[in-house]
């Protein structure tokens, strides 16, 4: 039987705008391609460890088309416009496990974006049981990797070589669509950093 649709959601950026997060469709691949083109090398290299000047259709497909249980993605689009300005998604990797990936427009950085798709996708994930959530980062992505530590998911970031391995415990329920402040920094809990040799 189809999984229904998670529920799409009006949130508010840091900046006042209003947006959509919603799940992504099938017929998204398209806009996943435009909205690949408008990224900076730098994004797309943080996202995918490799400069990619352009999204293949068949990668597009292959990311536009998720079953919402063990494949999720969420998009930020406008109110009245299905246009794509951000990705957040997972994959699982075991029962209770899944990798998270994000990628944010570059002009839409910084108005807490990705922590909003993170959220979202923390609150779907635990009603498909999952209660593990883990990310590969490079270790100059201090933007990424400050989302992570200022969670409250409990992140554990291991540094080898030049990735970080990030665990987050999704089990203790916590808030759901984050509302779009910034955490205070003061009472934000910064995790010890280890490293693989520990
Ligand atoms: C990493 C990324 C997903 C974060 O998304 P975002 O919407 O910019 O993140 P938020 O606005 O929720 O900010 C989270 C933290 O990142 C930092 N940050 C993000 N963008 C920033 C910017 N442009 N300037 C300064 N700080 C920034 C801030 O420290 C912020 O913490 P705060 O809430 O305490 O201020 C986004 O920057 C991105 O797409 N980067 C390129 C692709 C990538 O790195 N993907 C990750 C691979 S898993």
């Known amino acids: ?23 992504i469709r099938p017929d998204d691949a398209p806009r996943l391609i435009e909205f690949h083109s408008r990224l900076s090398m730098n994004t797309t290299r943080l996202r995918f460890f490799t400069p990619m000047k352009r999204l293949s259709a068949a990668f597009a497909d292959q990311l536009s088309a998720v079953d919402f249980k063990k494949r999720c993605a969420f998009v930020i689009s406008s109110l009245d416009f299905d246009d794509i300005h951000a990705v957040g998604r997972y994959e699982g990797e075991s029962r209770h496990s899944a990798e998270v990936a994000f990628v944010v427009e570059d002009s839409f950085q ?83 950093l280890r490293t693989a040799e520990e």
């Open 1 to 23: 039987m189809p999984t229904a649709l998670p529920a799409e959601k009006v949130v508010t950026l840091r900046d006042g705008t209003p947006v959509r997060v919603r799940p």
């Open 110 to 192: 910084g108005k807490g974006i990705g922590t909003i798709l993170l959220d979202r996708l923390v609150e779907h994930a635990r009603t498909k049981g999952f209660d593990r959530l883990t990310a590969v980062v490079l270790c100059e992505n201090l933007n990424m990797l400050t989302l992570f530590r200022e969670s409250p998911y409990s992140p554990e970031i291991t540094m080898q070589s030049e990735c970080a391995f990030v665990k987050m415990n999704i089990a203790v329920p916590g808030p759901a669509v984050a509302a779009p402040k910034r955490r205070p920094r003061s009472l934000a809990p910064v995790p010890r």
